[in-house]
C-alpha cells in the first residue's frame, strides 16, 4: 500500500530524527512503547476525568529514561478520543492530573513513600526495579533473557480502582489475589 | 426405443418419470447454486468472525509484542481444521508471529493488504485489522482451504443422490399406482377393439369408465360398435334379400320377397310396390306386404289398384328418394289418402333401371318421422337390389321367351328337312315299284278283258292278282302323295271343308260305329262345324283322304271308346281351321315328334306308318299348317289350318268320257324291254299299231326313219327317266319334227318330278306307271290327231 509505505516512512524519518537527539536505548524505546499502550488496556473510572476531552497524562517521576521518545510515541496518538499528553514529574507532590506513572529507577529510594502517597489515586504506577511491586508497584517491566516481561500486581491495580483487561493480563506475570 | 412406440403403461410412466426426473434436477441444480452461493458467503462470514475474534485476542501480544502469546492464540486456529495459514503483522507491517507456528514465512504476503477476505487460488484468504481502542495495532492474516466446501458438496451430492434415488422411486411407485387410472379404461378399450377386429364380434362392448373424457371415449367406442352393429345387422339382411331375391326370376316374387323381408325387419305399417307407367302417368299396385294388406283394403291400394302421379310423387317418379317425417301437411292426394287411414311419416324409393324409374316402393308408418336414417338407407339400397333383380327377372323371361321360339323354329325346320329326305327315299321306292308292277297289273288287266274263256277259277285268281297290284299301287300312291309337293293348279277348287267332314262321316260308319257296337263299345261323334266357314282352295278328294285318316287315327287311339269332335272355325287373318279331337290315348313327346315319319307307327302290324305322313304331305301340299296338341291320356287334337282361299275358281266340269276306240300308229319307247313289250301289247289289242325303241336315242332314231319312209308315227309314248337320252329329249327331238305329233311321258316318279313348274315342255300329256288301260285309252283318245286340226287340246 502505498499510502501506509508513506506512512510508515513518515514515522522511519521521526525515529531518526529523535535518535539524533539523544536516542533511548533499544529497551526504553520498547519500554516507551509499552507505557503509552498500558492506557489502550486499562481503563479508568470516569471521575478521574472532569471532562470527555481531557487528555491522558503519561507522566515520568524521576529522571526521563526515554528522553523525547515517548514524546515522539504518544504525539497524535488517543486514547477514547483523549489525546495524550507526557508529564514530567520531580516530586511525588507535582502529581495532580495523572494516569500512567513511569517511576523512574532513580526514585527508588523514596520507592516506599512514593508508591504509598500514591495509593488511593487512580494511577497506574509502573516501575522497572526488581523491588517495585515490594512497595506496592503495580507494573513492573522485568527482562528474562533479554525479553521484557510484564509483571502485575492486580490486588494494587484493583485497590486503585483500576481495571486491566484480561488480554493484558494473560501476558503478563500477576499477581496479587483477586478481590472480589 | 421412441417413445410413441412404448406400450400405453411404459409410455405414461415414462412420462411421469421423466417429468419427476426433471423436477428433482432442477430443485437439487437450484438447491446446488444456492448452498454454493450461500456456502462462500457463511464461508467468508465465518472466517472473518474467526479472523476479527483472533485479532482482538491479539491486540495485547501485538501491543506487547509477546511472541509467545500470539503463537498461543494463533494456536487457537487449529480448532479450525480449514484454516492452512495465519500471519500476524505488527504496526509497522512486519510478520511478527505465524501459524503453524514453524510455518515458512516466503509464504505469507510479504506486507499486509487492504482488508476484507476474498476466494483465490483454491483458498478464502484475507487481512483482519488489529485494533485496540481504536488503535491500529496490526494486521491478521488468514488463508482458509476451500475442502470445507469440497466436503459439504460431498455431502450435499450424497444427500441429493439418496433423496433423488428416494424421490425417484417414490415417483415410479406412484405413476405405477396412478396410470392404471388412465391406461385402465384406454387399455380396457384397446382390449375390446381388439377382440372386435380379431373374432369380428360387434357384440362386445367395452366396460363403462366413469362420466370423465376416458367414460366418453368409452361411451363413442361402444355407440360406434353399436352402429356397426346395427349396419352389419343391415348389410347382412341385405345380402340375405338379395341373394333371395335374385334366385326368382318372376317380378311378382321378387317384390313379394322383398316385402316380406321388409316387413320382417323393419317396423313399418305399410308398404308395397308399385309398376310406373309413364306414358299414363299412373302408378300400379303390383304387390302389397302380406301384414300390410289389412291396411291396404282399407287404403283401396289392393294389388292392380291405380294411383295417378300428384306432386307428392312426382319427385319419386323421377328418381328421388324421398321421405317425408309428417305427411299431414303436405296436403297432396296421394299423401291426404294414407294421412286419413293414421300414417304419418312415408319413404318413396324409386325402382331404378338404365332406362329410368319403372317403379317405386312405398313404406309408411303411423308415428311421425318414424323410419330411421339407417332405415331409410336400407330402404333405398335394397330398392337399387331388387330393381336389378326385377329388371333382370324381366331380360330372363324375354330370353327364355326368344329361345323357346328359336327352339320350336329350329325343331320344325329340322323335321321338315327329316321329312323332305324320307319323302325323296320314298319316292324312289315309289318308281321301282310302279316299274316292277306295270307289266303284271297291264297284263292282268288285258288277260281279263280279253281271254273270255278263261276258267271261273283262273278269273278269281287273276282278280286277285289284279287286287293286290292295286292294293300295291295304292299303297305306292300314298307314299307318293306323302311325298308330292303342291301342284299348283292341279285341280284345286274350292273346297266346302265342312261338306267334306261330312262326307267323312258317312264314309267311316262302318268304322266308329257298326264294328265298335259289336264289341260293346261306343264312340261318340261330335261336331261343331262353323256354318259360316268359307271355302278353301284345294283338291277335295285329298282333303277328304286327309280327312279319313284323321278319323281312322282318331278310333284306333280310343279302343275302349270316347269321343270324337269334329270342329271348323275361322282362324285369324281369314284361316279355315278344321279339328279332330279325341279323348284317347294321346301321345307322349317322342311318339308327337315323329308321328309324321312315313312308317312311323305305334299299331303295330295294323299300321302302315303311311296315314299321318300322308296327312302331312296334303297339308304342304296345300299351304296348310298341320298341327298337334297331345298329352299322354289327354287325348290328340289334330288340327289343320288351311290359308285363306285366294280365288274362287269355277269348278271344272267332269272330264269326258272316254271316246270311240281308235287306230294309230305309236311308238313307245322305253329301256324296260319288259315295259314296252307289255304297252305294244296292250295297245295292240286295242287294234293300235305299236312299235318299240329301246331307249331314248333309238326312239329318236326309229321315229324320223319312219317319218322319211313316209309312214310316220301318229303318236310317241316315251319314258321319262332313261340313261342318256331321256324322256325330254325323246319329246323335244320328236316336237322339232313334227310339232304336230303328241308326246305322252310315262312316268313312275309319278308326279313328284314336277314340283317345280307345269307339265314339261313338249309333252301333251303325263301318266303314271302303272298305267291302267282306262288311263292309257283316254289318253290316246284325247290325243288322237284330228286330220283337220293340228293342235292340241287344252
Known amino acids: ?180 | 426405443m421412441p417413445l410413441r412406440n412404448l406400450r400405453l403403461q411404459q409410455r405414461l410412466m415414462a412420462i411421469m418419470l421423466v417429468t419427476s426426473a426433471c423436477v428433482l434436477v432442477m430443485t437439487c441444480a437450484g438447491f446446488f447454486a444456492y448452498e454454493f452461493l450461500t456456502f462462500r458467503q457463511s464461508m467468508v462470514r465465518q472466517l472473518s468472525t474467526v479472523a476479527a475474534i483472533v485479532a482482538d485476542n491479539s491486540t495485547a501480544v501485538l501491543a506487547f509484542e509477546d511472541r509467545k502469546g500470539a503463537e498461543e492464540i494463533l494456536s487457537a486456529l487449529k480448532a479450525e481444521r480449514h484454516i492452512a495459514e495465519a500471519g500476524l503483522y505488527d504496526g509497522e507491517g512486519r510478520l511478527f508471529s505465524t501459524y503453524p507456528k514453524d510455518a515458512d514465512p516466503g509464504e505469507f504476503p510479504p506486507a499486509p493488504a487492504a482488508e476484507g477476505f476474498r476466494f483465490g487460488g483454491g483458498y478464502l484468504q484475507g487481512f483482519q485489522a488489529v485494533v485496540q481502542n481504536d488503535k491500529r495495532l496490526g494486521t491478521l492474516y488468514v488463508k482458509s482451504d476451500l475442502k470445507a466446501v469440497t466436503a459439504r458438496f460431498q455431502l450435499y451430492g450424497a444427500v441429493v443422490v439418496l433423496v433423488s434415488g428416494l424421490a425417484f422411486l417414490l415417483a415410479y411407485l406412484l405413476s405405477r399406482a396412478l396410470q392404471r387410472q388412465i391406461s385402465g379404461p384406454i387399455l380396457a378399450l384397446a382390449d375390446t377393439a381388439r377382440a372386435v377386429s380379431d373374432r369380428r364380434d360387434y357384440s362386445v362392448r367395452a366396460r363403462q369408465a366413469g362420466t370423465g373424457e376416458l367414460g366418453l371415449l368409452t361411451d363413442a367406442f361402444n355407440q360406434m360398435l353399436t352402429q356397426i352393429q346395427g349396419q352389419l345387422t343391415r348389410m347382412e339382411l341385405l345380402n340375405q334379400i338379395t341373394r333371395a331375391i335374385s334366385e326368382r326370376l318372376d317380378l311378382t316374387s321378387v317384390f313379394q320377397v322383398m316385402l316380406g323381408a321388409l316387413e320382417e325387419n323393419l317396423a313399418v305399417d305399410f308398404i308395397c310396390v308399385c309398376r310406373y307407367d309413364a306414358d299414363a302417368r299412373l302408378l300400379t299396385v303390383t304387390s302389397v306386404g302380406a301384414k300390410a294388406a289389412p291396411l291396404a283394403e282399407e287404403l283401396g291400394m289392393t294389388a292392380n289398384a291405380r294411383i295417378p302421379i300428384d306432386d307428392g310423387l312426382r319427385q319419386c317418379v323421377g328418381g328421388q328418394f324421398t321421405y317425408e317425417p309428417d305427411i299431414t301437411n303436405l296436403r297432396h292426394t296421394f299423401t291426404d289418402r294414407l294421412a286419413d287411414k293414421g300414417l304419418r311419416s312415408m319413404a318413396l324409393s324409386p325402382l331404378l333401371v338404365d332406362s329410368g324409374v319403372f317403379g317405386i316402393l312405398i313404406a309408411a308408418r303411423k308415428v311421425p318421422d318414424g323410419i330411421s336414417r339407417m332405415d331409410r338407407e336400407f330402404l333405398r339400397q335394397l330398392s337399387d337390389h331388387g330393381a336389378l333383380a326385377a329388371h333382370q327377372a324381366h331380360l330372363y323371361g324375354a330370353l327364355q321367351q326368344a329361345y323357346e321360339d328359336l327352339r320350336r323354329s329350329q325343331q320344325a325346320v329340322m323335321e321338315q328337312e327329316r321329312l323332305r329326305a324320307l319323302g325323296q327315299m320314298a319316292s324312289g321306292i315309289a318308281h321301282d315299284i310302279n316299274n316292277a308292277i306295270s307289266p303284271a297289273a297291264l297284263y292282268t288287266e288285258s288277260i281279263l278283258e280279253r281271254e273270255t274263256n278263261l276258267s271261273t277259277q283262273s278269273r278269281e285268281h287273276l282278280q286277285t292278282i289284279a287286287h293286290a297290284i292295286e292294293d300295291v299301287a295304292a299303297t305306292v300312291a300314298r307314299m307318293r302323295e306323302f311325298s308330292r309337293q303342291r301342284e299348283p293348279n292341279a285341280n284345286s277348287v274350292p273346297v266346302q271343308v265342312n261338306k267334306s267332314i261330312q262326307q267323312v262321316i258317312d264314309l267311316t260308319r262302318s268304322r266308329w260305329h257298326d264294328t265298335p257296337q259289336q264289341r260293346g263299345i261306343v264312340i261318340k261323334i261330335k261336331t261343331e262345324l262353323d256354318p259360316g266357314l268359307p271355302p278353301v282352295m284345294g283338291v277335295e278328294g285329298e282333303i277328304r283322304e286327309a280327312l279319313t285318316n284323321l278319323f281312322l287315327n282318331a278310333f284306333d287311339s280310343m279302343p275302349e271308346g270316347g269321343t270324337l269332335t269334329l270342329r271348323t272355325r275361322k282362324g285369324k287373318d281369314k284361316d279355315v281351321i278344321a279339328e279332330v279331337s279325341d279323348t284317347g290315348a294321346g301321345m307322349d313327346e317322342e311318339t308327337r315328334r315323329r308321328c309324321l315319319e312315313p312308317f312311323y307307327t305305334t299299331k303295330g302290324e295294323r299300321g302302315t306308318g303311311l296315314g299321318l305322313a300322308m296327312v302331312y304331305g296334303v297339308a304342304e301340299r296345300h299351304g296348310a299348317e298341320l298341327q298337334i296338341d297331345s298329352a299322354p291320356g289327354k287325348g290328340t287334337t289334330m288340327r289343320i289350318v288351311f290359308p285363306e282361299a285366294e280365288e274362287a275358281i269355277a269348278e271344272r266340269q267332269a272330264p269326258e268320257a272316254p271316246a270311240a276306240p281308235l287306230r294309230l300308229r305309236i311308238l313307245v319307247v322305253d329301256d324296260d324291254p319288259l315295259v314296252a313289250k307289255v304297252l305294244r301289247e296292250t295297245m295292240k289289242m286295242d287294234g293300235h299299231e305299236v312299235a318299240t325303241a329301246n331307249g331314248g336315242q333309238a326312239g329318236i332314231d326309229t321315229y324320223l326313219t319312219a317319218r322319211k319312209s313316209g309312214a310316220p308315227f301318229d303318236l310317241v309314248m316315251t319314258d321319262l327317266g332313261m340313261p342318256y337320252v331321256d324322256g325330254r329329249k325323246v319329246a323335244a327331238a320328236v316336237k322339232a319334227a313334227s310339232s304336230a305329233t303328241p308326246v305322252i311321258l310315262l312316268t313312275g316318279w309319278g308326279q313328284s318330278l314336277l314340283e317345280d313348274g307345269d307339265m314339261p315342255p313338249h309333252v301333251d300329256k303325263l301318266l303314271s306307271k302303272p298305267p291302267k288301260m282306262a288311263d292309257l285309252r283316254e289318253a290316246l283318245a284325247s290325243l288322237a290327231p284330228k286330220k283337220t286340226a293340228g293342235g292340241i287340246p287344252a
Request: hydrophobic share 45%; charged share 30%.
Open chain 1, 1 to 180: 500500500m502505498p499510502v501506509l509505505r508513506s506512512l510508515f516512512l513518515m514515522l522511519l524519518a521521526s525515529v531518526s530524527a529523535a535518535v539524533a537527539q539523544g536516542a533511548p536505548d533499544r529497551e526504553h524505546r520498547v519500554k516507551a512503547v509499552f507505557l503509552f499502550n498500558f492506557a489502550q488496556f486499562v481503563d479508568w473510572p470516569d471521575s478521574v476525568f472532569a471532562d470527555p476531552d481531557e487528555p491522558l497524562v503519561v507522566g515520568i517521576l524521576g529522571d526521563d529514561p526515554f528522553k523525547a521518545y515517548l514524546d515522539e510515541v504518544v504525539r497524535g496518538e488517543k486514547v477514547n478520543n483523549r489525546p495524550i499528553v507526557v508529564k514530567r514529574f520531580r516530586k511525588v507532590e507535582e502529581i495532580k492530573d495523572c494516569e500512567v506513572l513511569f517511576v523512574s529507577p532513580s526514585e527508588s529510594p523514596r520507592l516506599e513513600g512514593i508508591l504509598s502517597s500514591l495509593k488511593q489515586k487512580h494511577i497506574l504506577t509502573v516501575g522497572e526495579s526488581e523491588d517495585f511491586q515490594r512497595y506496592g508497584g503495580m507494573v513492573n517491566f522485568a527482562t528474562e533473557g533479554g525479553k521484557i516481561r510484564l509483571k502485575i500486581n492486580l490486588e494494587q491495580v484493583q485497590e486503585a480502582g483500576l481495571s486491566v483487561s484480561s488480554k493484558l493480563l494473560r501476558l503478563a506475570d500477576v499477581s496479587g489475589a483477586r478481590r472480589e
